[in-house]
Nanobody, 123 residues
Framework: VQLQASGGGLVQAGGSLRLSCAVS????????MGWFRQAPGKEREFVVG????????HYAEFVKGRFSISRDNAKNTVSLQMNSLKPEDTAVYYC?????????????????WGQGTQVTVSS
């Protein structure tokens, strides 16, 4: 499985960005796509996950109401719409794949990772 993330950039506080992750290769019949982020000097943290079969989602508390994940199974893409961005959202954002339908917070539960895309929110 290969993951290709795109869509990062520089935006002012209160603005929006949309990230996408293209999934290629042989995927499981059911899997989870997650978005994580890592700010300088901090550990990588879970942002949101979505299951490929039911579309069930789970969001970290700090993005609820601001970020929205969606999937397009026909195009094998997962998108993350980020609204009302804050400077503390600045990080490298990674998409990740887990060959299972249980959404986990832990990075070690994910099998494949995209290369990361930088999101910078200026104040």
């Amino acid at each position: 499985v290969q993951l290709q993330a795109s869509g990062g950039g520089l935006v002012q506080a209160g603005g929006s960005l949309r990230l996408s992750c293209a999934v290629s290769g042989r995927t499981s019949s059911g899997y989870v796509m997650g978005w994580f982020r890592q700010a300088p000097g901090k550990e990588r943290e879970f942002v949101v996950g979505i299951t490929s079969n039911t579309g069930g989602t789970h969001y970290a508390e700090f993005v609820k109401g601001r970020f929205s994940i969606s999937r397009d199974n026909a195009k094998n893409t997962v998108s993350l719409q980020m609204n009302s961005l804050k400077p503390e959202d600045t990080a490298v954002y990674y998409c990740a794949y887990r060959a299972d339908t249980a959404i986990h917070y832990q990075t070690e539960k994910y099998d494949y990772w995209g290369q990361g895309t930088q999101v910078t929110v200026s104040s």
